[in-house]
């Protein structure tokens, strides 16, 4: 895996990293969300969204699972606030990191893609999971000219290439 | 290619989700065996509209069920399954 | 109106040298050199030229490129020139002048249409002579035997408006949608914005046609819109899903660095609006086809458009109005207009009146036969009310009327309604969103369709001042059907020389169905599926049966709507992408080792490791015994592992499980397998319980998004009452199984504690990173499962093979893992566990919980599957002679009936031979039995005998440390 390697076009920059520490959270019911909005310092986001500063971060995956991730995340204190509520399990160890930094971050995404990167309602905020030259992927807006995109490991190679690609030709 | 309003993303590929099965076809652990081969073998199978559950496998890995006319694939009725639903 | 740049670009046909002016097309290049005879046709071989201007081509067939860029049957009309252009002509020997295969067009009583049907009948062997000759004379373009050199790219798009088509109409839609605010796309097959306003002399608010459409194209692009050139929408699939093709280099041509050749865009729009226009009809008369005759709009649009001259003295035959444009057109151009033909009786309007000052203008009067001279036609032989007229001429301008172009309209599900004045059909009711605008609606009056175009955007009501020194021409109609034909051939279907004797002949041999008459004949079965031929056919079809057109039906319009290459269809995915590789967390220690990479699904996995001068199975006995004896090492990161945590989470297990799991101490692991709902076995693994109310579950590669659908499915649709959480983790974790009679000593050595004992699991640190090792054997040694986070598993390798190497140990791939399972008598999914085995047939049953309550048990009480007798069971084979081929059926005798098949086979790795498993009819009651191993495909065959499925230490003594 080549680790911190850049891709830059006049449109796009491309990093590549580690995901490092990822969190899933999951809950069966609602009884931990308010002692978790309590500990976090903000409230759990809902679908689509994400919440936090990259100290400490909360995106929301599924319907009943949040990714947290960011340095200052305490996992002592968030297992004691879910209590018997849901679990918490690592995941990121298999996770990659990519960066699109520059203008060009949304039309990067639309080669070999089905999801709708280039509506201005996907701004700062947004997050989506879909599928880039078939293979699954978590996308999320952290400003308006950057994009990280979550992969899992294996394919992170792949994906690479693909993104490598479609930035050269866009 | 159709395109599938998720309940929890909106409206996406159909490549992102996987087919599962008609609600009819659904067999519980406690299904008698004979009800259970029954849904699992002897199903409807319309000309139209049928009810059908399909998973967001590639996008949030949710659930949903929804009606779907096997002729024009019009999509209708459509809503989330799983544990109910947090904030 | 000429908008060539006037830059001059050399380009080749046939080998000579040519010059043409930047923008034009090969077709309009050829014209501008004197080039008529472009082509030879399909089946007759006939000389043919350049009979249209746009895509709807279907004579001048053309290769364009070279190398693996050479592109077949490509049209002369949709290539735009460029610096070093090659372009040949086709279905010609030696030469396009001479010809020796149109002495089919002597033979052609022999051939009429349903040829090939005919020669199906009688001997096999006259079919294959005749398919020799054939094949050899009739045909297309060579496809290239080079590897295309071209990338090609898949690409998303969203937009509130597709608009396919950007003449005026499809231009006044897209400017009023974006002036309205909404996300638009504009897409166009040309390389010039303006459709029909090119080749006409109109203005627009004051404005000429072509810079009208210039400054549209502008305004719609400050306003954020997306226009694709020589983009053709190809397809229109389910819920406004619309496949465009844009061509970034031209057929032949090398395109940009870096630059895809073509890109596949897939535009997901809120509503399409189609303004594909409208494709003009060529008229039945002998001799239709030759070089020379030429669609009016066509001859049109190369005079103004081109600037190019299609002729020096013209005849026009038309059947309404828009047929006069052209003798105006022709004439500015300086063009010798020697008559106007009308088919009309008594034609009126201004448009009539106009020509009638100008020209000789003959109504009541068809073409009945085009005379050669040379190559090229000569002379117009005209039916003028019953007395016969020859008129010399080498350009015939002809229009039957027009088609509205609803490929894709109807491609959407949507329906037709006739129009008798026109006598087309046009689009109906739509079944998805989108409407047709302009000539694509059967619209004629430019006034009209922008209003109604940009009414069709959504922008507020408008008018547009249409300066248009004609006049309105009339609304279009079609030519009535030919009278008696003169001698000769009068083509219907051009590319596939389908005349309309072909036509009657089918109809006189029964073919009443339209879907019968095309199949027979193959009209509208050419490259361009009949765009220019099909109303005709249907006509005399119709006329045939005594019937209006709508009666007589219609073929299908599939996608694409024009010739597609293939590379666009296969975009990215070639060569080493082709399908995702995944890659190994410890894909670089892998490769240092030498490793032999076999594929596994996505995966690549290590298949050996051979040291110089070894084969692989050479290597991979070596690293079998290399276990049994000592140590090894094999990367099993790819199994699917799941953690199954919370109050309900053994509950969840038992549901997926056929296995007891509830009664599992913490630190114990358990063997566990699961079914299917019809009772056969689908997967097989390992649950752990690493805390009170947390499991580890592992499970086949090759089944992990099977078995996460299935652990999602069974918890969120049948138990979302359940609180439990599953986390797929077989990304997260990398895992590393250290097996053999010094796992153990290795284990504690590294990890400073005792190593769990067989079946259990617990945590220690390897090489300062947290491990979970769970203690099982998938070998028959002593072994164990470290499981580390797959971005910290690299330095637990490093001191595990340190640890392994000091031992006489190191690491071991793929195929020594399969030697060992497949002597110590593991099934393994995929081989044994194939989907038709039941936990009986793998000798698993005492296993299941007998109470059921698990996903598959009420398929296990089917009689079928409850019944042992006369099921495959699994069991061992001993090789009697040499090597078990694999996948080979157990015969009795070679021939006969098989009783079963080999699953795997291996050599023995604790003394020679050769070992394997087999599914063999109540094989487990008959160990013992000799039975022959055979498969014809490899041409193998080895004696077997059946036995266990053990091999090696059925005790289990060497789990004991």
């Not at chain 1, 309590?38 to 949040?66: D, K, M, S």
């Not at chain 1, 996308?139 to 490991?153: F, G, K």
């Not at chain 3, 037709?416 to 619209?443: C, H, K, T, Y």
């Not at chain 3, 769970?774 to 690299?794: C, K, N, Q």
Request: charged letters at 20%; one cysteine or more; a neutral charge.
């Amino acid at each position: 895996m080549p680790k911190g390697r850049a891709t830059v076009t006049d449109a796009v920059t491309i990093t590549l990293a580690p995901a490092g520490p990822v969190h899933a959270l999951e809950l069966w019911d609602g009884a931990a969300l308010a002692p978790l909005s309590a500990l976090l310092g903000f409230a759990l986001p809902p679908a689509g969204r994400t919440a936090g500063t990259a100290a400490l971060r909360a995106i929301r995956a599924e319907p009943a699972v949040w990714l947290l991730d960011g340095p200052a995340l305490d996992l002592a204190a968030i297992t004691a606030a879910l209590g018997d509520n849901g679990a918490l399990t690592p995941v990121g160890g298999g996770l990659v990191r990519i960066g699109l930094a520059g203008p060009g971050w949304r039309a990067a995404l639309m080669a070999d893609g089905l999801f709708d990167a280039e509506d201005p309602a996907f701004g700062p905020g947004s997050t989506a999971a879909t599928l880039i030259a078939h293979v699954g992927v978590r996308l999320i807006v952290t400003a308006a000219d950057a994009c990280e995109v979550l992969v899992a490991a294996s394919y992170a190679p792949h994906l690479h290439h693909a993104l490598e690609r479609s930035a050269k030709m866009a | 290619m159709l395109l599938i309003a998720c309940p929890h993303c909106g409206p996406r590929a159909q490549e992102e989700f996987s087919y599962e099965r008609t609600t009819d076809s659904v067999v519980t652990t406690e299904a008698a065996p004979d009800a259970a081969m029954t849904a699992l073998f002897t199903r409807e199978n319309p000309r139209g509209v049928a009810e059908e559950i399909w998973r967001h496998t590639y996008g949030c890995r949710g659930w949903m069920v929804f009606r779907r006319d096997r002729i024009s694939h019009a999509i209708s009725d459509i809503r989330p399954l799983g544990p109910e639903p947090l904030a | 109106m000429n908008a060539r740049d006037g830059s001059p670009v050399r380009f080749r046909f046939d080998g000579r040298e040519y010059t043409g002016q930047a923008g034009d097309t090969l077709a309009a290049a050829l014209i501008a050199n004197g080039v008529a005879l472009v082509a030879r046709s399909f089946k007759y071989h006939r000389p043919r030229g350049i009979m249209a201007a746009g895509v709807e081509e279907p004579s001048a067939l053309v290769t364009v490129g070279e190398g693996g860029r050479r592109e077949p049957n490509t049209r002369a009309t949709d290539v735009f020139l460029y610096e070093g252009l090659v372009a040949e002509s086709q279905n010609r020997w030696p030469s396009l002048a001479f010809d020796l295969g149109a002495i089919n067009g002597l033979l052609s009583p022999l051939i009429p249409a349903g040829f090939y049907y005919k020669t199906f009948f009688g001997p096999p062997k006259r079919w294959l002579r005749y398919e020799h000759f054939i094949r050899k004379a009739a045909g297309m373009g060579a496809p290239p035997t080079a590897a295309d050199p071209d990338a090609y790219a898949h690409r998303a798009a969203f937009c509130d408006v597709l608009v396919v088509g950007a003449g005026p109409a499809g231009l006044a839609a897209a400017v009023s949608a974006a002036e309205a605010g909404r996300r638009v796309m504009l897409v166009e097959q040309d390389c010039r914005i303006g459709g029909a306003l090119l080749r006409e002399d109109v203005a627009i608010d004051g404005i000429a046609g072509h810079d009208w459409s210039a400054r549209a194209a502008a305004r719609i692009r400050a306003l954020g819109g997306r226009i694709l050139m020589r983009a053709t929408a190809t397809g229109y699939w389910d819920h406004n899903l619309v496949t465009v093709i844009e061509r970034r280099a031209e057929p032949g041509a090398v395109p940009p660095v870096d630059q895809p050749a073509q890109v596949l865009w897939k535009v997901r729009a809120g509503e399409v609006i189609l303004a594909t226009g409208a494709i003009e009809r060529p008229l039945a008369f002998s001799g239709n086809d030759r070089p020379g005759v030429m669609l009016a709009q066509a001859a049109r649009t190369y005079a103004r458009r081109y600037g190019v001259k299609p002729g020096r003295r013209a005849v026009i035959a038309t059947a309404h109005d828009d047929g006069y444009r052209t003798a105006f057109a022709l004439a500015d151009a300086g063009v010798e207009v020697a008559a106007v033909l009308d088919s009309r009786d008594n034609p009126q309007g201004t448009l009539v009146a106009a020509a009638r000052g100008r020209f000789a203008v003959h109504t009541g009067a068809v073409p009945l036969a085009a005379k050669r001279s040379g190559d090229r036609v000569g002379a117009l032989v005209a039916d003028l009310g019953g007395r016969q007229q020859t008129f010399a001429a080498d350009l015939v301008a002809v229009s039957g009327g027009v088609t509205p172009v609803v490929h894709l309209h109807k491609q959407a599900g949507g329906e037709l309604v006739w129009d008798a004045g026109m006598e087309a059909f046009l689009p109906g009711a739509s079944r998805q969103a989108n409407r047709s605008i302009g000539a694509a609606a059967g619209g004629h009056s430019l006034a009209a369709i922008l209003a109604e175009s940009w009414a069709a955007g959504g922008g507020p009501a408008r008018n547009f001042a249409v300066t248009d020194p004609l006049g309105d021409a009339a609304a279009p109609q079609a030519a009535p059907p030919p009278g008696a034909v003169a001698p000769g051939k009068s083509f219907v279907d051009f590319q596939n020389d389908v005349t309309l004797a072909d036509v009657d002949l089918a109809w006189r041999e029964g073919y009443r169905s339209v879907e019968h008459l095309k199949r027979y004949t193959t009209l509208g079965m050419a490259t361009d599926q009949g765009k220019t031929s099909n109303m005709a056919a249907l006509s005399r079809l119709a006329q045939a049966q005594g019937v209006e057109i709508p009666a007589a039906g219609l073929t299908t319009f599939r996608p694409p709507y024009t010739p597609a290459t293939l590379g666009a269809f296969a975009g990215g995915a070639v060569g080493d992408h082709a399908a995702p590789i995944r890659r190994l967390p410890l894909y670089d220690k892998h490769e240092a080792l030498g490793a032999v990479w076999q594929p596994v699904g996505y995966w690549r996995r290590p298949r050996g490791y051979p040291r110089p001068g070894e084969a692989l199975g050479e290597a991979s006995l070596r690293e079998a015994r290399m276990v049994r004896s000592a140590v090894g090492l094999v990367d099993v990161s790819t199994l699917a592992t799941f953690a199954v945590s919370g109050p309900d989470a053994a509950l969840l297990l038992e549901l997926v499980c056929a296995t007891g799991v509830a009664k599992l101490a913490e630190g114990r692991g358990r063997y566990t397998f699961m079914l299917r709902e019809d009772g056969f076995v689908m997967d097989d693994g390992t649950v752990w319980r690493t805390a009170p109310a947390r499991y580890l579950l592992t499970s086949s590669t090759g089944g992990s998004d099977r078995m996460a659908q299935r652990l999602s499915y069974v918890r969120n649709v049948l138990r979302p009452d359940l609180r439990v959480s599953v986390a797929n983790l077989q990304e997260h974790f990398a895992a590393i199984a250290v097996a053999g009679p010094r796992a153990a000593d290795l284990l504690a050595e590294l990890t400073g504690a005792p190593p769990p004992r067989h079946m259990s699991c617990d945590s220690g640190a390897i090489g300062g990173t947290a491990v979970t090792i769970l203690a099982a054997s998938y070998s028959g040694e002593r072994a164990f499962e470290v499981y580390a986070p797959a971005d910290a598993i690299g330095p637990v390798w490093d001191a595990l093979f340190a640890g392994a190497s000091a031992r006489d140990g190191g690491a071991y791939g793929l195929d020594a893992m399969d030697a060992l399972r497949v002597e110590k008598g593991h099934v393994v999914v995929g081989a044994e566990v194939d989907g038709r085995s039941t936990p009986a047939d793998l000798a698993l049953a005492g296993m299941v919980r007998k109470a059921g309550g698990f996903t598959g048990w009420q398929g296990l009480t089917r009689p079928a599957l409850a019944d042992p007798s006369g099921r495959r069971q699994l069991v061992g084979l001993e090789s009697l002679d040499g090597p078990i081929p694999e996948g080979g059926m157990l015969v009795p005798a070679p021939g006969q009936e098989p009783q079963g098949h080999v699953t795997t086979a291996a050599p023995r790795v604790a003394q020679a031979g050769w070992i394997g498993l087999a599914l063999v009819v109540d094989g487990a009651s008959r160990h013992g039995d000799e039975l022959l191993a055979w498969s014809p495909t490899r041409r193998q065959q080895t004696r077997v005998r059946l036995s266990a499925s053990h091999f090696y230490d059925a005790e289990g003594a060497r789990y004991r440390d």
